[in-house]
Protein backbone atom coordinates (compact mmCIF):
# COMPACT_ATOMS: atom_id res chain seq x y z
CA UNK A 1 0.00 0.00 0.00
CA UNK A 2 1.56 3.41 -1.20
CA UNK A 3 0.17 6.27 0.38
CA UNK A 4 1.17 9.79 -1.16
CA UNK A 5 0.64 13.60 0.81
CA UNK A 6 0.78 16.59 -1.03
CA UNK A 7 1.66 20.20 0.13
CA UNK A 8 2.82 23.65 -1.71
CA UNK A 9 -0.33 25.24 -2.79
CA UNK A 10 -1.98 28.57 -1.52
CA UNK A 11 -3.14 31.52 -3.32
CA UNK A 12 -0.75 33.23 -6.03
CA UNK A 13 -1.34 36.18 -8.44
CA UNK A 14 -1.70 35.71 -11.54
CA UNK A 15 1.85 35.45 -13.56
CA UNK A 16 3.17 34.12 -10.11
CA UNK A 17 4.55 30.57 -9.16
CA UNK A 18 3.94 27.58 -7.20
CA UNK A 19 5.92 24.68 -6.51
CA UNK A 20 3.60 21.26 -5.13
CA UNK A 21 5.72 18.33 -3.49
CA UNK A 22 4.28 15.12 -3.36
CA UNK A 23 5.97 12.50 -0.85
CA UNK A 24 5.29 8.89 -1.04
CA UNK A 25 5.94 5.90 1.68
CA UNK A 26 4.82 2.01 1.49
CA UNK A 27 6.26 1.03 -1.86
CA UNK A 28 9.26 1.26 -3.81
CA UNK A 29 8.73 4.47 -5.17
CA UNK A 30 11.21 4.43 -8.28
CA UNK A 31 8.38 1.66 -9.27
CA UNK A 32 5.75 4.09 -9.94
CA UNK A 33 4.61 6.47 -12.25
CA UNK A 34 3.81 9.37 -10.42
CA UNK A 35 0.54 11.44 -12.21
CA UNK A 36 -0.37 14.99 -11.25
CA UNK A 37 -4.60 15.73 -11.59
CA UNK A 38 -6.42 18.95 -10.91
CA UNK A 39 -10.15 19.35 -10.64
CA UNK A 40 -11.92 22.61 -10.43
CA UNK A 41 -15.27 22.72 -9.06
CA UNK A 42 -18.12 21.63 -10.95
CA UNK A 43 -15.72 20.37 -13.56
CA UNK A 44 -14.11 16.17 -14.26
CA UNK A 45 -10.50 15.57 -12.84
CA UNK A 46 -8.20 16.51 -15.74
CA UNK A 47 -4.80 15.28 -16.62
CA UNK A 48 -2.06 17.79 -15.70
CA UNK A 49 1.26 15.76 -16.10
CA UNK A 50 2.75 12.18 -15.34
CA UNK A 51 6.78 11.10 -14.54
CA UNK A 52 8.06 8.06 -15.54
CA UNK A 53 9.90 6.14 -12.22
CA UNK A 54 13.14 6.82 -12.95
CA UNK A 55 12.26 10.13 -13.75
CA UNK A 56 12.98 10.16 -17.48
CA UNK A 57 10.23 11.52 -19.09
CA UNK A 58 7.54 13.60 -18.36
CA UNK A 59 4.52 13.91 -20.12
CA UNK A 60 2.08 17.47 -20.03
CA UNK A 61 -1.26 18.28 -20.80
CA UNK A 62 -1.25 20.95 -23.62
CA UNK A 63 -3.00 23.57 -21.37
CA UNK A 64 0.30 23.31 -18.94
CA UNK A 65 2.91 22.45 -21.21
CA UNK A 66 5.93 25.46 -21.09
CA UNK A 67 4.69 26.74 -17.81
CA UNK A 68 4.94 23.67 -15.58
CA UNK A 69 7.30 21.17 -15.02
CA UNK A 70 7.52 18.02 -13.47
CA UNK A 71 10.69 16.10 -11.63
CA UNK A 72 11.18 14.10 -8.68
CA UNK A 73 13.47 12.85 -6.08
CA UNK A 74 13.87 8.99 -5.75
CA UNK A 75 15.76 9.11 -3.17
CA UNK A 76 13.70 11.44 -1.01
CA UNK A 77 10.68 9.70 -1.79
CA UNK A 78 9.18 12.91 -3.67
CA UNK A 79 7.63 14.13 -6.37
CA UNK A 80 7.98 17.89 -7.67
CA UNK A 81 5.41 20.03 -9.80
CA UNK A 82 6.64 23.39 -10.33
CA UNK A 83 4.63 25.80 -11.94
CA UNK A 84 5.20 29.00 -13.42
CA UNK A 85 2.96 31.81 -15.06
CA UNK A 86 -0.09 30.57 -13.13
CA UNK A 87 -3.11 31.88 -14.92
CA UNK A 88 -6.90 31.75 -12.82
CA UNK A 89 -8.29 28.57 -15.49
CA UNK A 90 -4.96 26.73 -12.94
CA UNK A 91 -7.43 27.21 -10.11
CA UNK A 92 -8.01 24.16 -8.84
CA UNK A 93 -7.49 21.12 -6.20
CA UNK A 94 -4.29 19.28 -7.12
CA UNK A 95 -4.02 15.69 -6.79
CA UNK A 96 -0.78 13.45 -6.84
CA UNK A 97 -1.51 9.60 -7.75
CA UNK A 98 0.96 6.74 -8.15
CA UNK A 99 0.24 3.80 -10.64
CA UNK A 100 2.40 0.83 -12.01
CA UNK A 101 5.19 2.34 -14.16
CA UNK A 102 4.54 0.33 -17.24
CA UNK A 103 4.04 0.70 -20.58
CA UNK A 104 3.46 3.85 -22.23
CA UNK A 105 2.50 7.02 -20.27
CA UNK A 106 -0.99 7.19 -18.51
CA UNK A 107 -3.17 10.44 -18.78
CA UNK A 108 -6.63 8.85 -17.44
CA UNK A 109 -7.49 9.08 -13.27
CA UNK A 110 -8.72 5.43 -13.86
CA UNK A 111 -4.87 3.90 -14.10
CA UNK A 112 -3.41 5.70 -10.72
CA UNK A 113 -4.13 3.62 -7.61
CA UNK A 114 -3.06 5.78 -5.26
CA UNK A 115 -4.16 9.50 -4.57
CA UNK A 116 -3.44 11.94 -2.20
CA UNK A 117 -6.07 14.51 -0.41
CA UNK A 118 -5.68 16.78 -2.52
CA UNK A 119 -3.75 20.73 -2.30
CA UNK A 120 -5.59 24.04 -3.44
CA UNK A 121 -4.34 25.99 -5.54
CA UNK A 122 -6.00 29.40 -5.81
CA UNK A 123 -4.50 32.00 -8.58
CA UNK A 124 -6.45 35.45 -8.46
CA UNK A 125 -5.30 39.31 -7.76
Known amino acids: QVQVVESGGGLVQPGGSLRLSCAAS????????MGWFRQAPGKEREFVAAIRGSGSYTYYADSVKGRFAGSRDNAKNTVYLQMNSLKPEDTAVYYC??????????????????WGQGTQVTVSS
Open 26 to 33: GGTFSNYA
Open 97 to 114: AAGPDRGPIRTSPSFYNY
